[in-house]
């Protein structure tokens, strides 16, 4: 199984201030046959059900601020939050979607506060 | 528009069987697999299964697998997530999400909330 870990648990950022947010695999999710890493980003608000912001490690969703990017490859991947609005108070989490049998398991969450 | 609609909420006694649905409208359900994901109180993400709707092929997770069941009924584009037996330990809100083979969870169900209580 491919283990996935964040870190910080969370954090508190003051508004307009960057966040970042680390991802690790417990093995590379980098496909050579096509160069792409299979690793996701969420965002989850109280309430709310998951919202995709970033696939292949660093493809922004269509509609999500360019706020949001996703970097790093096999390994190791970083969320960043440029300027952090009051509206991106939420859980963040990763996903790799890299396993066969087509398995696909999350980070367990960093959670994103208002310092 | 693509919408992944959710059955409501459930109160259910330990013991009890359910099933669950999530019905997808607004693109081809037999196009896209559909994953479930339990989100126990508080806590994290887990993945548990995924089915494809066109073959109604199933894969679970390790921490799942014999515990529930995945299914589906391509003809009203709707698939189930069911237990025969209940435990207080199923208490959770649960989502499913449609995504390709290999890929990402691009749209969500709005949960369906669990509730096992004697």
């Known amino acids: 199984d491919i283990v996935m870990t964040q870190s910080p648990d969370s954090l508190a950022v003051s508004l307009g201030e960057r966040a970042t947010i680390n991802c690790k695999s417990s093995?590379?999710?980098?496909?050579?046959?096509?160069?792409?890493?299979?690793l996701a980003w969420y965002q989850q608000k109280p309430g709310q059900p998951p919202k995709l912001l970033i696939y292949?490690?660093?493809t922004r969703e269509s509609g999500v601020p360019d706020r949001f990017s996703g970097s790093g490859s096999g390994t190791d991947f970083t969320l960043t939050i440029s300027s952090l609005q009051a509206e991106d108070v939420a859980v963040y989490y990763c996903?790799?979607?890299?396993?066969?049998?087509?398995?696909?398991?999350f980070g367990p969450g960093t959670k994103v506060d208002i310092k | 528009e693509v919408q992944l609609v959710q059955s409501g909420a459930e109160v259910k006694k330990p013991g009890e069987s359910l099933r669950i649905s999530c019905k997808g409208s607004?693109?081809?359900?037999?196009?896209?697999?559909i994953s479930w994901v339990r989100q126990m109180p508080g806590k994290g993400l887990e993945w548990m299964g995924r089915?494809?709707?066109?073959?109604?092929?199933?894969n679970y997770s390790p921490s799942f697998q014999g515990h529930v069941t995945i299914s589906a009924d391509k003809s009203i584009s709707t698939a189930y997530l069911q237990w025969s037996s209940l435990k207080a330990s199923d208490t959770a809100m649960y989502y499913c999400?449609?995504?390709?083979?290999?890929?990402?969870?691009?749209?969500w169900g709005q949960g369906t909330l669990v509730t096992v209580s004697s």
């Open positions: 999400a449609r995504h390709r083979s290999g890929s990402y969870c691009r749209d």
């Open positions: 607004g693109y081809s359900f037999t196009s896209y697999w």
């Open positions: 089915i494809d709707p066109s073959d109604s092929y199933t």
């Open positions: 093995q590379s999710v980098l496909y050579s046959s096509n160069n792409k890493n299979y």
């Open positions: 292949w490690a660093s």
């Open positions: 996903q790799q979607y890299y396993s066969t049998p087509p398995w696909i398991t």
